[in-house]
């Protein structure tokens, strides 16, 4: 008696692979500790982005208050309308007894110093104004405003003021090689290079460590001389790392970028394209190691000789014409260049964008394409 068997249909297959890989990353933990660190990454350089904005609004102000305590008439003018329009500097007595250097972009100031009488209330306020030109009209709205808080809170209270000018002081020269995290350029950079890393973590270093190791142990063999073609098992891999390395990439461009959620639309018709095409040059780079490497030490030594030498190539692109060419014709330098575009840090006209896309497509459908005949070739095999 024949007894037929059910054998799964291709879909089911298919599935069957993807749940695999998934529960491959349920055993090894750590790697999905580090594509969260790489997020955390993102959400701390962007907090430290909004930190520098603000500072950075600050040092436009050019009127500021000094004072040495929080008191009453302090907090009222820091409760004032026009509190937005004023820096708040405090500094100890010593500072201000030894005299403060300003920076150049200050223009008018008031030193406040409140003096405390024996019975412990403050009767007496020093005010020290110094100005770039007493006769500014900016000057005199700033004077007004602060008399008009010290008369509000107490107007009785002896007052003593004076006028002195400040030195006109040099802007600050910029340090080489500090990067200014404030500048949207700055904040297009790291962006980009932090979903670069997640990509090249997730697409290649992943697929190499887990393909690389189903290869040396036999079971990418086992798995062909069933039902499962190796095409199959090649595109159950491409379907589990690009969607983990999508969720990963739009999360950090969420967080880098500080949208609401309204930029869902232009995502998908944009920016998820470039990052679906940047993980299939990379799982393709991966998936041809794999292929030319039956051990996965060696597997895992090339992909990161090869990340190395994409350092190298990028930083002699711009000195030297011949390494400009090779970057041309790397996927990675188009999807750099795609994803500042998208996060602001490098504005680029329409019809260029669209040029790196194409050249992005069609450089990774090419190392695919490569990819796949290398691995139903020998890339399955243990021998």
């Keep these: 008696m024949n007894a037929s068997l059910n054998t799964p249909g291709y879909w089911k297959r298919l599935w069957i692979l993807y749940c695999k890989e998934w529960f491959r990353i349920k055993r090894n933990p750590a790697a999905l500790m580090a594509a969260g660190l790489i997020v955390l990454m993102a959400f701390l350089v962007s907090i430290e982005n909004r930190a520098n904005q603000i500072a950075k609004r600050q040092e436009q102000l050019p009127c500021g208050v000094v004072y040495t305590l929080d008191t009453e008439l302090i907090q009222a ?66 004077n007004r405003w602060v008399l008009t808080e010290v008369a509000r809170l107490n107007p009785h209270i002896a007052l003593s003021q004076k006028l002195l000018p400040i030195k006109e002081q040099s802007a600050t020269p910029k340090t080489l090689g500090k990067i200014d995290l404030g500048s949207q350029e700055a904040k297009g950079m790291i962006g980009a290079m932090m979903i670069f890393s997640a990509q090249y973590f997730l697409c290649m270093a992943l697929f190499i460590s887990f393909t690389g190791h189903e290869r040396e142990r036999g079971i990418l063999q086992a798995m062909a001389l069933t039902t499962t073609s190796p095409g199959q098992m090649l595109f159950a891999k491409l379907l589990f790392h690009s969607s983990v390395s999508i969720l990963v990439s739009v999360l950090i461009y969420k967080v880098i970028l500080g949208a609401s959620w309204s930029f869902i639309l232009p995502l998908f018709v944009a920016v998820i394209p470039v990052m679906l095409f940047s993980s299939i040059g990379f799982m393709a780079v991966a998936a041809i190691i794999v292929s030319v490497n039956k051990n996965q030490t060696t597997a895992s030594l090339v992909g990161f000789s090869y990340l190395m030498v994409m350092g190298v190539v990028f930083s002699l692109a711009s000195k030297f014409k011949a390494f400009a060419i090779v970057k041309n014709w790397m996927f990675e330098s188009h999807a750099i260049e795609l994803y500042q575009h998208w996060l602001g840090g490098k504005h680029m006209p329409g019809a260029l964008v669209l040029a790196h896309m194409i050249d992005l497509f069609l450089l990774s459908l090419l190392l695919w394409c490569l990819a796949y005949w290398l691995f139903k070739r020998k890339g399955w095999r243990i021998s």
């Design 77 to 142: 003018l820091k409760s004032s309308k026009h509190a937005k329009k004023v820096r708040f500097i405090k500094v100890s007595q010593e500072q201000l007894a030894q005299g403060i250097h300003y920076p150049a972009k200050l223009r008018c100031l008031a030193e406040i110093i409140e003096q405390t009488a024996p019975g412990g209330d403050r009767n007496q306020i020093a005010i020290t104004y110094k100005a770039v030109d007493a006769n500014n009209t900016q000057m005199a709205q700033f």
